[in-house]
């Protein structure tokens, strides 16, 4: 638990449970669901797995999250408790993508992108068999550029490694682009008309790529103009924003 505020108000006696650093980050990944111990790293990349290790711990011992073991197999939940926290994490995040508008590059991580992008596969969507999907970012570090998606009406694997299997489909993007799609900023018809983002390969699958996710939750969430969101950047929001819908992502076909 982190440091006491000495205060009876509920809010102060929630933060000292929730606000430690990446807190409120692991609640996240466990709102959508059991989660392995790796799984919970790889979505939070930048945590170490001692640091993790001690979070869960700590939700677990709070009441928050609770740990179930299998024979060698641990899953960490939320627990009914920790379930209430669902909608907040969301409304957290609705007011994140409305209000704070500037994106540093460090921000620009494509390993939670793609992350997060194979959690949201509309499997319906998706081709029989097994479609394999490069992303290439040329303009990030060699060991960042070249990721794989392993597609089927099933499941959805994320590989930064060729995983050995032909690829249907090669997208090669600006990573911020690509970000900018995924969060609702970007439609994917102006990224590929732009030229920040291109597809290639036979043109049904190429056309189809769009449908086959489902953008980042807060991507349909009302917002005013990029410059207008000056939280993050300015440190303050400019009090005439208008706020206006999201363009429609799916692109022409």
């Not at 490694?161 to 032909?166: H, L, Q, R, S, V």
């Not at 410059?227 to 208008?242: D, K, L, N, V, Y």
Request: aromatic share 8%.
């Amino acid at each position: 638990m982190g440091a006491s505020y000495y205060q009876f108000c509920p809010v102060a006696k929630t933060m000292e449970l929730l606000d430690e650093r990446w807190t409120m980050l692991v609640v996240r990944e466990l709102v959508g669901g059991d989660r392995h111990f790796n799984d919970l790293r790889r979505g939070l990349p930048r945590m170490s797995p001692t640091l993790l290790s001690k979070r869960l711990q700590h939700l677990v011992a709070a009441g928050v999250a609770e740990r179930h073991k299998a024979g060698a197999e641990v899953r960490y939940r939320l627990s009914p408790a920790g379930r209430e926290l669902a909608p907040i994490v969301s409304a957290l995040g609705e007011w994140g993508i409305r209000w704070i508008g500037h994106l540093g590059e460090q921000d620009l991580d494509p390993k939670i992108l793609l992350w997060d992008m194979h959690h949201r596969v509309d499997h319906d969507a998706v081709p029989a068999g097994r479609t394999v999907i490069q992303f290439q970012f040329p303009a990030v570090a060699p060991s960042q550029r070249n990721w794989w998606l392993v597609l089927t009406p099933t499941e959805a694997d994320v590989c930064d490694a060729d995983p050995g299997f032909d690829v249907a489909v090669r997208v090669t993007a600006d990573l911020r682009s690509m970000v900018e799609v995924w969060l609702g900023d970007l439609a994917w018809t102006d990224a590929l008309r732009s030229g920040a983002v291109d597809i290639q390969g036979p043109e049904d699958l190429r056309r189809g790529v769009p449908a086959w996710f489902k953008l980042i939750s807060f991507a349909g969430v009302t917002r005013p103009d990029r410059a207008e969101r000056t939280i993050g950047s300015a440190g303050h929001a400019a009090p005439s924003a208008t706020l206006r819908r999201r363009p429609d992502p799916t692109p022409a076909t």
